[in-house]
């Protein structure tokens, strides 16, 4: 499945005056007060997100999982899902490898796909959490940090082979998500656990290829209920740094004890030159895996503030890598992936509106009232006209929800792929 | 100190041309979407929300407080605070008074100065977390739920004394805030507590005027660190039913656990009848009483989408008493004040300009994209010129914080008040 | 299986003298202290928690489920699992089960399984979560709450085919939990919601036999991650008084926001005569339904002190039905589930060994740091030779998880079952 | 005031009998188990906490404050309470002064007068969030952190001058608490703020005697509410790895977010040999203050158990400080210390009892059931006879709340100092 370029545009037509009277009023309005409108829309053409294989499907919980129907089966039908999405948003113009969930068979049928819907491989992602059947060894108690160094081994060895499959597919850069921890108090011993994982990160680290990069996540808890070896930041912070320059941290939203300010975080792994990734989604109560902007819109600007900030002025930390990583057990995900692009373009471009040199002087005035009033100002702007623009220059859907229904696209994958399929590695 | 009318006109002269073209854009935008501007800014101008007293000095936390210059240092100059903020916003038509913070001694000349700014006093509050000098009795250990009957009679008796002083100011409605609890297990009996609490309310209810309506708050902690007996809407609710149908619950803001779905709780009070009173502010972490809309506008729109919801089709609810509760550690709590407001209103606004028709089509079709694209079309409409208009309508300021910059509000203060005043009951 | 009376009795005899000192030592303590150890052991003796059906075998997480060898295929099965764990523990004489993961095939031969293993048939569960296979509606959206009728009355008719099962079996109460919710803002209509789960659990309510309860079981979130329609207490006790005197809140230990006071809800429940059952396990997290007591002990000691004070002195509210609810990711579940009931017994244990009298003294006297000392006393209590005394009294063994192992329950069940065995429902 | 040796032993006599039964009992059943009871015991006695100086007087909330009688009104004063604590418990051989509050004018009377009551000076502590009349510069915006040089110039010489006074007493070590930060989004930056705060700290630190140590607090709330600069043990492990090795992370129990695995945090810091300091108290909602072991045992259980283990088997990390820092708003100042000690000490003896052995073995067999098993083996062991023993053996009080009591020493203080005093700094 493919979307025609040109009934894309066919779809645009009916909106093109409406857009050009939103642009140009909105246009209007910053350019009096100094902002580079064209700076800002090519900045939004510029920002790429990486949609991971494992989302194309519907996701579930540990209570079930509904199924959605014309889910992709293969790897090739995952990259043809991003290809719709990247089409329609211009946006989603990478994608996210999960090993074993997407062995590639073919590697040149696999590159030739991808690059006609002029997509990218983005970090190629490893899976120590879940037993494969007829595994030589299980990770039920853990894998790089386990006792056992034969696990370790084979978690290790795990890790390469993924770096290898990346590498033929032109990923540069592993994503590490440890699950490995304790459900119960006693299970683990915190200091022998944390140093295997070091060891193990060590040897991993060594295979990179000389432009490659290691990503390290952290998660306070789940699937392990007590502790996780990779708890915070500062334990991946701290691991990165024993790894060498080419280890990170990676961060991910949804991945923090209630509270937390996460745009602190942020700037201080920039201030250090270790922020390597960024997976973006939205939740309320833990891990919960939503639409990126649907529960905490405002928070996710503060975000992407500190990061527009870093990316300005950090020279010391190199451009991260940005991926959604949600879980969509009730929406089409397609439908939702397109939302969560449209809210990350969207707080993108108000993080961009914001006056820094304004803001600075306020900050150096302590006019706490007005350095709120200059991040309100940007956010508070009705940015949509900007992200119009920038899709529609690049051959993009004004409005990428009404065209994915209007052009059926959901329809057609049905069609083709059946009502029952069933992604790979669900 | 009175701010003249014909200075906040003149203030507003400069910027009226850019405030009639951006009006004018998005009233055409949504006009052609069916929505009947001229509604929406009427309902804006009839929202009005009442100022506490004691939120017009700086506020502090346990560690300390940094006072702020110019404080009303009596309950006449906290009404010209008030007026002040009215004057520019015209959405602060009320002063909420706090028994004894507040005692009028000159009734009439206090209701008249109210009314020189055009300002109706709102709920009484009463005060039985505090010892004032020379007590007969001591809350230490509590107040209406004592088992002291002494203490539980002292209580009782000051509420309706609040009654009455609110009474004679044309006050409507006693908000009753009970931080009775216990710091730590063991410390009370939980049955005996809520029994007590239970009798006490129902004293104070059956002296309430006919007219008059009392608001049950609740909250889960703090000052008291193990338990509260008022600790959540399910057991006001309890004792709302058990006082009879003049008694009502009051949600404040900050008053939760964290990630508790505070929309949810408004809209079954409103169902069943029971939603009085609301108090505005904002968290990050706990009742920390930040200035309204500061860290998660966007749950405060799904707060208003259901009270508007609840105003349109809950008549068996009365109409809600609004209020600002927060604290001002660290701007100047008049600005702070004027922060809130433009927050409530732009979500109220954003709420007024939700599609219920086809929200609710979408509901029914189970369209959940499309339910998050109905909320958030309506959200991030720029609805600044609305506001800026239904205060222009009336007198306000296009821009109350630059018109109170411009006019030297805070400076006429000091100059009145002095460097070190400090408002009265802090 | 069947474990053999004689060989517990056998596992008992080395650790006999030992038992003999240390219960002479404590009860020695006790009864110096004015306590009646005989009524103590008895209460314990009397305590007989329910184990659900579901929770033999492994559980799992969204990111994978690592299974337990032996699991029960069956209900006859999980019937002999929860007879061994009660010859052992003396503790577990009932099962509750889940329909329709245990449809009993023949009711008769069910009942004298049960009968001789001395277990009883507790409240029935109805899942109205998930969608069976080739189902003529779906729960995706809702079941109780939903806003097609066709689905509510499917599921309105599940839950009385679940009471008529649970009738054959003996069974006297329905336990209802309701996952509805949402997953999203605007995903639903609150208070739609809300009146339809009111409506349908209405008709359920008035199918129940005359001596039957409802049990109404609250959760905050998960598996919805924005809302749930029974939120909290407070929503499930208004649902509870609309139903009418047989209709109950149901307490789950985890099913609460962070932090949540639920002793408090515990004792409001007692007081207003509706607590009908409780859930124990435990969480550091969210719903992480871990072993209980292996968390906040202190937490679950403050929460049976709250249930022993009510089971004294609130006739008004009916004997608890008691349950476990956890889920074994990691341990033979079946030693999880004995610890659990270890850690239950001891809780009760020393709940029962605060002196009320004194506690109530130092309450009124404001002695806070007496009425920590109070409950103290008795929770630093060692307990275990009082549990040990009264299993040893009804033939269980004085160490279970010890003579589990002995007597290698997990490997005759790994035998008659084979590696591989998958529980049902699972 | 001081006690004298002879009461406390006159108090002692009547529980002799009792404690010598209790004891005998429980060091036999340890000892059978392999346990070196006098080892156990020996430990006891010579863990030691620092007392604050201003944890003696009543503590507050924003919402007022109740006084207790009796409170000490200088420096000397405080040093006869924490006299009285350790005579009581020998477990209080410290205090820990705060500069201003504790401003020493004859430090050679205050080295005698502790001296007396073999108490030494731990270490001191600075205060940069509050403002002294006629302050020069104002604290309002930050300290260590704040954009202008002046103000933390300020801030640095306070430090500098801190230690100094501490030097004079015998101190060791100087504990940074930096309340800097933000309210509000916006109001600083966060990366020049990190970086000022290095700064800043690394002038104090180079001012510190030889064999003195920093110790770096972090919080993640509280003064302020939207950032704190030291949020966390990464940010402060962070800054004392830059600053050298003299500079070492302190951990407060209640400077955490909610669910944070605490112990795991402290083993972290131990295997990096960079944990300097341990405050005790314990909370159930935020940074409450409450007595040590008064909410979660289990989880302080569960922290000295990793501390036992680092103590052990982390030469690399110096001996840690450790000092209560709770807040007593309702309790007797006193009793509440007395009870945290308590608390602290069965913690200590519990975690003394973990079998290391065994319970590297059931880790290494990845026997969660059995790890459990062996710690709760531990827990649940009534350990007050060592720890009546261990005071015993050094002339505290078998039960020093009731020697407290009996001895009236609360009565002596109001005799003494008067029903209004007021603790100095608060």
Redesign the interface.
């Known amino acids: 499945m493919k979307i025609d370029k040109q009934h894309i545009e066919d779809t645009n037509q009916k909106s093109l005056d409406s857009h050009r009277a939103?642009f140009g009023?909105i246009a209007n309005?910053l350019t009096q007060k100094g902002i580079e409108v064209d700076d800002v829309v090519q900045k939004l053409a510029d920002f790429q997100v990486a949609i991971p294989s494992w989302a194309l499907g519907a996701?579930?919980?540990?209570?079930?999982r509904?199924g959605f129907q014309g889910e992709p089966r293969t790897l090739k039908e995952k990259i043809d899902d991003v290809g719709a999405i990247h089409a329609l948003t211009q946006t989603a113009g990478a994608i996210s490898l999960h090993i074993p969930w997407d062995l590639p068979e073919d590697y040149k049928a696999i590159k030739q796909l991808a690059a006609s819907h002029s997509i990218v491989f983005d970090a190629v992602n490893s899976n120590t959490?879940?037993?494969p059947k007829n595994a030589a060894v299980?990770y039920?108690?853990g894998s790089l940090s386990h006792?056992d160094e034969a696990v370790r081994q084979h978690a290790v060895e795990h890790n390469k082979k993924v770096i290898e499959i990346g590498n033929e597919l032109g990923s540069k850069s592993l994503t590490v998500w440890l699950?490995d921890g304790a459900?119960?108090?006693?299970?683990?011993?915190?200091?022998?656990a944390?140093?295997q994982t070091q060891k193990s990160l060590r040897e991993i680290y060594i295979t990179l290829p000389g432009d490659w990069r290691l990503f390290i996540e952290y998660k306070?808890?789940?699937?392990n209920?007590?502790?996780t070896v990779i708890?915070?930041?500062?334990?991946s912070?701290?691991l990165a740094n024993e790894c060498g320059e080419k280890a990170f941290t990676l961060v991910d939203l949804g991945h923090h004890?209630?509270?937390?300010?996460i745009?602190?975080i942020v700037?201080?792994l920039?201030?250090?030159g270790k922020l390597g990734g960024f997976h973006f989604n939205d939740?309320?109560?833990?891990d919960?895996d939503?639409?990126v902007?649907?529960?905490?819109?405002?928070?996710l600007f503060?975000i992407f503030?500190?990061l527009v900030?870093g990316m300005e002025?950090?020279p010391q930390n190199p451009y991260p890598a940005w991926m959604i990583d949600a879980?969509h057990?009730?929406?089409?995900p397609l439908?939702?992936i397109i939302?969560s692009l449209e809210a990350i373009q969207?707080a993108y471009a108000k993080a961009l509106l914001v006056d820094q040199k304004l803001?600075?002087d306020?900050?150096?005035d302590?006019d706490?009232?007005m350095?709120?009033?200059?991040?309100?100002e940007a956010?508070?702007?009705?940015v949509?006209p900007l992200l119009e623009k920038s899709r529609l220059q690049h051959g993009g859907a004004l409005h990428p929800?009404k065209a994915y229904r209007s052009l059926q696209v959901r329809k057609r994958l049905i069609d083709e792929r059946g009502m029952d399929s069933v992604a790979s590695g669900l």
């Open positions: 939103s009023y309005r996701g579930g919980t540990r209570f079930g509904f959490f879940q037993d299980s039920r108690y006792t699950a459900s119960f108090p006693g299970q683990t011993n915190f200091q022998t944390l140093n306070p808890y789940e699937p209920f007590y502790s708890q915070d930041w500062g334990t912070f701290m004890l209630p509270n937390t300010n745009e602190q700037s201080t920039m201030l250090k939740s309320k109560y833990g919960d939503l639409t902007g649907s529960i905490k819109p405002y928070a503060l503030n500190a900030y002025n950090n879980s057990n009730i929406k089409d439908e939702d939302q969207e803001l600075n306020a900050q150096q302590h706490v009232a350095c709120q009033e200059i991040l309100q956010y508070r702007t009705d949509r929800i």
